[in-house]
């Protein structure tokens, strides 16, 4: 990251909330499950699937992993009402990982079994490096009994390609990304281009493993390194898919439509849309800038 971007970075939580609110709208559907929906609706149209997300996340009182929990069997009936093509996302943390294991465990079961009886998928999204044995301990548990259950791994981190190899023993679902989390470089690897060669890497070892990938990137490197793999490959259509985050790179998302491949957008919505938005700008420190941009007009 250049010195600039470093220091946008920095100043980005100091920037008031109601003008991060506005370029919240790019990166989260709303505040509601109706918002949620009317843009699913809309990529549905554009024929992109979806996964919704409840935003939340280390969530610190039992009570309040319980609301979300009931939030995530409503958004599942609403789903299968509204006929949308759309799975759920959702977070360890935010369904209880910190208060304990257990509690997170049987929270996200409620939510699998649920989505099970309404013929639809889970996936659990991957945290902090803290999160990782935790979060796929409890993938594992919940494999044993469920098939509509999926984990994501994240290619930054040295240990991905034993996990990948221990998880891909059985057929499985995973989403690949390159990972979000600021991690220390004896866990991470720190340089980008590793980061990308080590993405392949796994979108190879796991179509091998016939895993179903979820190829989670906007970086058309990495996308051009999987068209590859699935192209040496001969992979059907249905065999892995694209996925790619609201409001980011849509031309990049139509290119990859129109091609035919299945691509799913991540459609976050929900109160607690702040935190999100704050990891996005600084993903994007270019965004950012017009946030302080804005923000030195308004004055
Ligand atoms: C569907 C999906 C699910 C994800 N789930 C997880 C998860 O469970 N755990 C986790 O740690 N991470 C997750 N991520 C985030 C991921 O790890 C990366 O941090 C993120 O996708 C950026 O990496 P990239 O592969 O797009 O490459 P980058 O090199 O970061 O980005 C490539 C290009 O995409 C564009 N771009 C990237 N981000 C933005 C942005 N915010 N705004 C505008 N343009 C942008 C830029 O033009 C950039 O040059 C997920 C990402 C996606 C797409």
Same mark, same amino acid.
């Given at each position: 990251?250049?010195?600039?971007?470093?220091?946008?970075?920095?100043?980005?939580?100091?920037? @008031?909330?109601? !003008?991060?609110?506005?370029?919240?709208?790019?990166?989260?559907?709303?505040?509601?499950?109706?918002?949620?929906?009317? $843009?699913?609706?809309?990529?549905?149209? =554009?024929?992109?699937?979806?996964?919704?997300?409840?935003? /939340?996340?280390?969530?610190? %009182?039992?009570?309040?992993?319980?609301?979300?929990?009931?939030?995530?069997?409503?958004?599942?009936?609403?789903?299968?009402?509204?006929?949308?093509?759309?799975?759920?996302?959702?977070? @360890? +943390?935010?369904?209880?990982?910190?208060?304990?294991?257990?509690? &997170?465990?049987?929270?996200?079961?409620?939510?699998?079994?649920?989505?099970?009886?309404?013929?639809?998928?889970?996936?659990?999204?991957?945290?902090?490096?803290?999160?990782?044995?935790?979060?796929?301990?409890?993938?594992?548990?919940?494999?044993?009994?469920?098939?509509?259950?999926?984990?994501?791994?994240?290619?930054?981190?040295?240990?991905?390609?034993?996990?990948?190899?221990?998880?891909?023993? *059985? @057929?499985?679902?995973? %989403?690949?990304?390159? /990972?979000?989390?600021?991690? @220390?470089? *004896? $866990?991470?690897?720190?340089?980008?281009?590793?980061?990308?060669?080590?993405?392949? #890497?796994?979108?190879? +070892?796991?179509?091998?493993?016939?895993?179903?990938?979820? !190829? &989670?990137?906007?970086?058309?490197?990495?996308?051009?390194?999987?068209?590859?793999?699935?192209?040496?490959?001969?992979?059907?259509?249905?065999?892995?898919?694209?996925?790619?985050?609201? /409001?980011?790179?849509?031309?990049?998302?139509?290119?990859?439509?129109?091609?035919?491949?299945?691509?799913?957008?991540?459609?976050?919505? /929900?109160?607690?849309?702040? %935190?999100?938005?704050? %990891?996005?700008?600084?993903?994007?420190? =270019?965004?950012?800038?017009?946030?302080? =941009? &804005?923000? #030195?007009?308004?004055?």
């Amino acid at each position: 990251m250049s010195f600039m971007n470093r220091i946008i970075v920095f100043f980005m939580p100091l920037v @008031p909330k109601p !003008i991060v609110r506005i370029f919240s709208k790019r990166y989260v559907a709303g505040d509601t499950l109706e918002d949620a929906v009317r $843009i699913t609706r809309d990529l549905n149209n =554009k024929n992109i699937m979806a996964t919704m997300d409840v935003l /939340g996340e280390s969530t610190t %009182r039992e009570e309040e992993t319980g609301l979300y929990v009931q939030e995530y069997l409503k958004v599942l009936q609403t789903i299968e009402s509204e006929k949308l093509d759309c799975n759920v996302s959702l977070k @360890p +943390t935010q369904l209880g990982l910190l208060i304990n294991k257990e509690l &997170a465990f049987s929270n996200i079961k409620e939510i699998v079994q649920k989505a099970k009886q309404l013929n639809n998928f889970v996936r659990i999204d991957m945290e902090d490096s803290n999160c990782t044995t935790d979060t796929i301990d409890i993938y594992q548990k919940l494999r044993n009994e469920f098939d509509n259950v999926g984990i994501v791994l994240q290619a930054y981190l040295r240990r991905s390609i034993d996990d990948l190899s221990e998880i891909a023993r *059985e @057929p499985a679902n995973m %989403r690949l990304c390159k /990972g979000i989390y600021i991690e @220390p470089r *004896e $866990i991470a690897y720190k340089d980008p281009h590793l980061v990308n060669e080590n993405f392949a #890497f796994l979108v190879e +070892t796991a179509l091998k493993a016939k895993s179903y990938v979820g !190829i &989670a990137t906007h970086d058309e490197k990495v996308v051009w390194h999987a068209l590859r793999i699935i192209e040496q490959l001969g992979l059907e259509r249905h065999e892995y898919e694209f996925q790619m985050l609201l /409001g980011v790179d849509e031309q990049l998302r139509s290119i990859l439509v129109n091609a035919g491949h299945r691509l799913r957008v991540y459609v976050p919505y /929900g109160k607690q849309w702040y %935190r999100y938005v704050l %990891r996005r700008l600084k993903e994007n420190p =270019k965004i950012a800038m017009y946030v302080i =941009k &804005a923000l #030195f007009k308004r004055a």
